[in-house]
């Protein structure tokens, strides 16, 4: 079954215009026979989108759940990511079990981690309904469906790195990981941290950085980020038997804080469409760059999931005004966004 929006939907004839006359053609166009790069590509308008219906959904977080806090446009719900050099399997929450009997999936990072595992949970609920298990242990969140055999589980830690209270404060520890045991027992991994590391003032959950014996009050944050993710990935090469577990990274996911292209826009309050056009004219990232480089480095394969341009051209895909708290513009509505993530993931783990 699909959920389908409301015909009445806010939107102008001008926005279906640009729609259905621009996204759609540029959405179809330097289509080839190479190898297909599931991460270049556009959002095209497609009805039978969303895949399920986030109200109904009992695994969103309120923050995330527009539709019930009150957004009244729709069409955002409608949009579906669209490669440009072939198409993705639309996702199957049954096949997806089959597939993935008896095995454990874990997220692992901070809240966009946690709006992926919303996704995915959301999306294998529509698929099997009431025959699961939910838990919540501290940090962990687990989802299991019996029948097959499957967690799809959710682990908090924004920085995957230590981090510890002691009398001088709470000190980031960037060469030092302890906290890892269950990520040990999953058979795929899907680990993410970005956001954390940019925040500051009383957002900022950390007073020091310690590298070896030594302690920081300040450092560059991406330098900071940098001996963190190459400490990860150290012990990702060191302890996970690639041979048995699949090892994914979520890339970063834009934050629409400020303008783009658009010079009266501050934020994402208001943005009813996608950014047109195939590039985002907005600011680049300091961190990709450094995921992308302490990767690269990586004895053993790690399947990075570069979402970066296609949560950038997703301007009016965050809760906005309609979140739990402020005005969120990092954070992603569901249904919405975070669903094509999964269903690249999903295409993914098809061709293994």
């Not at 529509?126 to 501290?138: A, D, I, L």
Request: contains cysteine; aromatic residues 14%.
């Amino acid at each position: 079954m699909m959920f389908k929006t409301s015909p009445t939907t806010a939107c102008s004839a001008a926005a279906l215009f640009y729609l259905f006359t621009i996204l759609l053609p540029l959405a179809h166009a330097h289509i080839t026979t190479n190898q297909c790069n599931f991460f270049k590509g556009s959002w095209i308008l497609d009805p039978s989108y969303p895949t399920y219906n986030g109200p109904e959904c009992p695994f969103v977080d309120p923050g995330l759940n527009c539709q019930k806090n009150g957004r009244a446009d729709t069409i955002y719900l409608n949009f579906k990511w669209k490669p440009h050099a072939c198409s993705l399997s639309r996702f199957k929450g049954e096949r997806f079990l089959r597939r993935n009997r008896g095995k454990k999936i874990m997220f692992v990072g901070d809240s966009l981690s946690s709006n992926q595992w919303q996704s995915l949970a959301c999306m294998l609920y529509q698929t099997v309904g009431s025959n699961h298990t939910f838990e919540v242990t501290g940090p962990l969140s687990t989802l299991s469906f019996p029948e097959y055999g499957v967690s799809v589980m959710y682990l908090k830690n924004g920085f995957l790195v230590d981090l510890v209270v002691e009398k001088r404060g709470r000190i980031l520890k960037l060469d030092s990981i302890t906290r890892f045991g269950k990520w040990k027992g999953a058979d795929i991994l899907i680990f993410n941290s970005y956001h954390w590391w940019t925040h500051t003032g009383t957002r900022q959950t950390w007073d020091y950085y310690q590298v070896g014996e030594n302690i920081y009050k300040d450092m560059g944050r991406m330098l900071a980020y940098k001996i963190a993710l190459t400490t990860w990935a150290n012990w990702v090469d060191s302890y996970i038997d690639f041979k048995k577990t699949s090892v994914f990274f979520q890339g970063v996911s834009a934050v629409h804080d400020r303008g783009w292209n658009e010079p009266s826009a501050q934020n994402c309050i208001g943005q009813t469409l996608p950014t047109r056009g195939l590039h985002y004219p907005g600011k680049r990232y300091p961190g990709e760059e450094v995921v992308k480089d302490v990767l690269a480095k990586m004895k053993n394969p790690v399947y990075l999931l570069d979402i970066t341009l296609l949560t950038q051209l997703r301007k009016d895909g965050h809760p906005s005004k309609y979140g739990d708290e402020g005005i969120d513009c990092s954070h992603w509505c569901l249904a919405g966004v975070p669903d094509a993530w999964n269903q690249i993931l999903y295409n993914i783990l098809l061709k293994k």
